[in-house]
């Protein structure tokens, strides 16, 4: 059973992973709208789908780069990010090809990098709360019981009274 408790040290792992790829999403997303390239990209389609179980937006786009090279792109975007974006035939955008976010849309880089930063404080706080509960979880079931502290003290007994040979 405790070897079966440790599987919970799974969760403050994923947690921590998830907080580090939010993060590195930021610093692409900040840098990208620093040192990227302004560019305007042509919204080819945008999708809209606003389901309870599933709410989200799909647009693809397509832009010339400024060494001349015409990329597309599809994306499937937050619904609040994609709705902000449905009124747009043209959208200025930033490109940085070496980002780990290589296109930032300009309307709604304030909302997505806020959104971003919310889910690294949210991933982050989630970490710490689970880490915390697994430590003392952890420390709480590998205490001895008052039964093996008597039996490991009758044991302890029992050697010393053994006459050395």
Do not use: C
């Not at 809209?48 to 975007?77: C, P, R, Y």
């Not at 090809?97 to 304030?110: G, K, L, Q, R, W």
Request: glycine content about 4%.
């Amino acid at each position: 059973m405790k070897k079966l408790l440790l599987l919970f040290w799974l969760l403050p792992g994923y947690l921590l992973f998830l907080t580090s790829y939010e993060a590195i999403t930021y610093w692409g997303l900040t840098s990208t709208y620093k040192n990227g390239a302004s560019l305007v990209a042509h919204i080819d389609e945008l999708k809209l789908k606003n389901m309870q179980a599933q709410s989200n937006g799909v647009i693809q786009i397509h832009f010339t780069t400024s060494d001349g090279l015409e990329k597309q792109h599809t994306f499937t975007l937050p619904i609040q990010l994609a709705a902000q974006l449905q009124n747009y035939n043209m959208i200025p955008i930033r490109y940085m090809e070496s980002s780990s976010m290589p296109i930032v849309f300009m309307p709604t880089y304030d909302f997505h990098k806020d959104m971003v930063l919310m889910n690294v404080g949210i991933t982050f706080i989630s970490f710490l709360v689970t880490f915390f509960i697994g430590f003392k979880i952890t420390k709480y079931s590998f205490k001895p019981t008052e039964a093996e502290r008597l039996n490991q003290a009758v044991q302890d007994a029992w050697k010393t009274m053994q006459p050395e040979s």
